[in-house]
């Protein structure tokens, strides 16, 4: 048997992220669905999550709170301040806080909820979430325990790969991971309009550019080898792989990547130190 949760699950929020979750919970068995709860506005999102995975909704949060022991803050970061404040009086030592809202820092939600003695931890995870394969790093309070921790992770590896960092790695986390899924989406649609450059049709090169990148990633998962070494086994002396290769070290690829990783880094430390001066 694997990990159970203990006692109910709530989230505040049911989007897209906060179904992922879901999903991936019920499909590992950590809790039933009868024990869940989502609050959400969105008559239609509720109705959605009642009838497709059985979970009890809510149209207002102040529901989930005296219900459940752990509880997800799966809101837009831009109306977090709010959530936390209206709920301040709810929330008591009971409550692991799980708050996946991107650029808020732990400092906001404990400084908000002082004295409550909730423990918090907050998680970058990414979009292929939705295909349960996202990747996610997890960052505990400084209330939170290694219980916690373990509760946290077990939840977000029910639906992808998690990491536990120190908080100070998240921006990089969001730089590479939270963004790394849009830097692959342009990747296939240069290589699908390369393929249509070259005489393929679209639908043709759409099909044949998906295989190889979900391949090539099968590949370097399943044998570990460095890929380095991958790409060596491609790249056979004065043929076409080497001749493509080199235009692409002569444009820079590797540093127009590296540049791009470290710019959305960066825009994400701005955001954070904007939350916290707008306290929100």
């Known amino acids: 048997m694997g990990m159970k949760l203990a006692g109910k699950l709530g989230f505040v929020g049911g989007g897209r992220m906060a179904e992922a979750m879901i999903k991936g919970i019920l499909r590992a068995e950590l809790i039933s669905a009868g024990d869940i709860l989502v609050a959400d506005p969105d008559e239609s999102r509720r109705t959605l999550l009642r009838k497709q995975y059985g979970v009890t909704v ?30 301040r009086g709810q929330v008591t030592g009971q409550h692991l806080i799980i708050s996946i809202a991107a650029g808020i820092p732990l400092s906001l939600i404990e400084g908000t909820l002082a004295g409550s003695g909730c423990r918090a931890i907050r998680v970058m995870p990414n979009t292929p979430a939705i295909v349960q394969e996202s990747a996610s790093a997890l960052s505990g309070g400084g209330q939170a325990t290694p219980e916690d921790l373990a509760t946290a992770k077990a939840i977000f590896d029910s639906f992808g790969t998690s990491v536990i960092l120190d908080e100070r790695a998240l921006d990089a986390v969001t730089g590479l991971s939270g963004s790394g899924p849009a830097y692959v989406f342009s990747f296939i649609e240069a290589l699908t309009d390369a393929g249509v450059k070259t005489g393929l049709s679209r639908p043709v090169a759409e099909k044949l550019v998906l295989q190889t990148v979900l391949g090539s990633v099968k590949l370097a998962m399943e044998t570990g080898e460095h890929p380095a070494q991958l790409r060596a086994m491609v790249t056979s002396p004065g043929g076409t792989t080497i001749a493509g290769l080199h235009v692409m070290a002569r444009a820079g690829f590797a540093g127009i990547i590296m540049d791009a990783v470290e710019a959305a880094a960066n825009r994400s430390r701005e955001l954070g130190a904007e939350q916290k001066a707008s306290g929100r």
């Open 58 to 87: 809510h149209p207002e949060a102040e529901a989930v709170w005296p219900a459940c022991q752990t509880v997800v803050l799966a809101v837009k970061p831009q109306i977090m301040g709010k959530l936390l404040e209206r709920s």
